[in-house]
C-alpha cells in the first residue's frame, strides 16, 4: 500500500526531532546515578556511551537510507527477516516507550519531592492521576498531544543550558570534582544506564515518509543528534559535579547542584525537571500508544486494540491499555530498575537493526543505499557485539524480565494470526 504522506520535513527539523527525542528526563535524573557508579571515570563513561550510540546510530543510518518509507526499525527489520522478527521489534520498542514513561514518572515524584517533601507519602496517587491526564489529552486529539509536545521541547533546554553556564564559569570553589568522587564501584552498569538517556535518536528515523529529502535527512539527524548530545551530556555532569562534588548520594542530582548556583537555583532546576520529564512523558504519552495501534490494526496483535474513539477519532483502547500498564509499573517498580528493563528492550530493538543491516548486505547487495557505511560490514558487527556486551552487563532478573515480556508479545502475536486465519 503507498503512503499519502505530505513531504514537509527537512533536515534541520528532523535533526530537532532526534535531539528533542534524546534530550528529556534521563538527564536529569542520572548524573548522580553515574556519578556513583563511575566515579571518577564519569567522564569517560559519557564518551564510551556515546560512541556506542554513534555506532549503532550508523547502523540506523545505512538502514533508512535504504526506504522512504514510514517505521523506522520495524521496517528494517521486516525487510531483512520477515515479519515475525518484525513484530518482535515493534513489541519491544512498545515495552521501552512504556517501562519509560514509568521510570520518568518515578523521578518526577522524586523531584517533586524535592521541591515540596509532603508529596513523597502520595507517590502512587500523583502517578496514576499524571498519567491519567496525559491519557485523557490525548484522547481528546492529537493536536491537542503534539502543542503541549513543542511547547515541553523548548523549556526544557533553558535551565540545563543555566547549569552549563554556572557549573563551567561562574563556580566560586576550586574543588576537584575527580577527586572526590574515587575509583569507579561498576564502570559498565554506568554505560548502561546511560544507554537510557541517549534513547530516543531513532525518533528521527520513523517519520520518513513526511521528509522531503529523507535518505539525506535521517543520516545527518541521527549522527547530529548523538554527537551534538554526547558533548551536551559531558558539559552538564562536569558542571553538576563541580557544583555538587556529593551527587553521587543524591536522588534529585540537578536540584542539588542547583542549590550552589545561586539563590533559588534548586528551585529553578527542580521547576525545569519537572516540566522537562513531563515534557518527555507527553512526548511518550502521543507516541507509544500508536505503536501498539499500528500493530493491532496490521493484525500482529488482537483487534481490540485498534479500535478508535467514535468522537474523537483517536486509538482509545491502545491509549488507555498503555497508560494503565505504565500505572502499574510506575507503582510497583523503582526508577534505577525501571530503567535496567527499559535499556534492556531498547538494545534488543538497536541488535535487531544491527543485525538487518548485516541481513540486507547479504540479500539485498545490490540495492540503493545512499548513505553506506564504509569497511563493509564492520561497523554494524561492532555495534551489535557493543549491543551484547552491554546486555552482559543486565543482571540475570532484568533479562528474564525482558523475556517473558518478549514471550508475551509472541503469544498474542500467534493468538492474533491464527485468529486471522480461522476468519479467512
Not at 503512503?3 to 527539523?13: A, F, G, Y
Not at 552498569?189 to 535527512?217: H, W
Not at 533559588?264 to 495501534?293: C, D, E, N, Q
Amino acid at each position: 500500500m503507498e503512503e499519502n504522506l505530505k513531504r514537509v520535513l527537512r533536515t534541520p527539523e528532523v535533526l530537532f526531532i532526534g535531539i528533542n527525542g534524546v534530550i528529556g528526563g534521563g538527564i536529569f535524573l542520572l548524573p548522580g546515578q553515574v556519578a556513583g557508579l563511575a566515579g571518577d571515570k564519569s567522564m569517560l563513561a559519557y564518551l564510551l556511551a556515546g560512541i556506542i550510540a554513534i555506532f549503532i546510530g550508523l547502523s540506523f543510518s545505512e538502514a533508512s537510507s535504504m526506504f522512504t518509507t514510514t517505521g523506522g526499525s520495524f521496517v528494517y527489520a521486516e525487510r531483512a527477516m520477515g515479519k515475525t522478527v518484525a513484530f518482535t521489534v515493534g513489541w519491544m520498542s512498545w515495552l521501552t516507550f512504556i517501562i519509560g514513561w514509568a521510570s520518568l514518572s518515578n523521578g518526577l515524584v522524586s523531584y517533586l519531592s524535592a521541591l515540596a517533601p509532603g508529596v513523597a507519602p502520595y507517590k502512587d496517587l500523583i502517578i496514576i492521576v499524571l498519567v491519567g491526564l496525559l491519557c485523557l489529552l490525548n484522547t481528546f486529539g492529537v493536536r491537542r498531544g503534539s502543542m503541549t509536545v513543542l511547547f515541553f521541547s523548548i523549556v526544557k533546554l533553558i535551565p540545563l543550558a543555566l547549569l552549563i553556564m554556572m557549573g563551567l564559569f561562574f563556580v566560586t570553589h576550586a574543588a576537584s570534582p575527580a577527586g572526590n568522587l574515587g575509583a569507579p564501584k561498576n564502570f559498565g552498569q554506568a554505560v548502561l544506564v546511560l544507554i537510557f538517556a541517549y534513547g530516543g535518536f531513532e525518533m528521527a528515523t520513523i517519520p520518513q515518509g513526511e521528509m522531503v529529502n529523507p535518505r539525506k535527512s535521517v543520516a545527518i539527524g541521527v549522527i547530529g543528534t548523538l554527537v551534538g548530545v554526547t558533548l551536551f551530556y559531558m558539559l552538564i555532569q562536569v558542571a553538576a559535579q563541580r557544583l555538587d562534588p556529593a551527587l553521587s548520594a543524591s536522588t534529585a542530582p540537578l536540584a542539588d547542584a542547583g542549590r550552589a548556583m545561586f539563590v533559588g537555583g534548586a528551585t529553578v532546576m527542580t521547576i525545569g525537571a519537572v516540566l522537562s520529564i513531563f515534557g518527555t512523558k507527553s512526548g511518550i504519552a502521543l507516541s507509544s500508544p500508536r505503536i501498539v495501534y499500528a500493530l493491532s490494526f496490521n493484525r500482529s496483535l488482537p483487534g481490540v486494540l485498534a479500535k478508535i474513539s467514535p468522537r474523537f477519532q483517536t486509538p482509545v483502547v491502545a491509549i488507555w491499555t498503555t497508560g494503565i500498564l505504565v500505572m502499574i509499573l510506575a507503582c510497583t517498580g523503582t526508577f534505577q530498575h525501571l530503567v535496567l528493563l527499559n535499556v534492556a528492550a531498547r538494545l534488543y530493538e538497536y541488535l535487531l537493526v544491527c543485525i538487518a543491516v548485516i541481513v540486507l548486505r547479504i540479500r539485498a547487495k545490490d540495492a540503493h543505499r545512499p548513505f553506506k557505511l564504509p569497511l563493509g560490514m564492520t561497523i554494524p558487527v561492532i555495534a551489535a557485539a557493543l549491543c551484547v556486551w552491554l546486555l552482559c552487563q543486565e543482571s540475570g532478573s532484568q533479562l528474564l524480565a525482558a523475556l517473558i515480556a518478549l514471550v508475551v508479545g509472541l503469544i498474542l502475536y500467534a493468538i492474533s494470526r491464527a485468529t486471522q486465519r480461522n476468519a479467512n
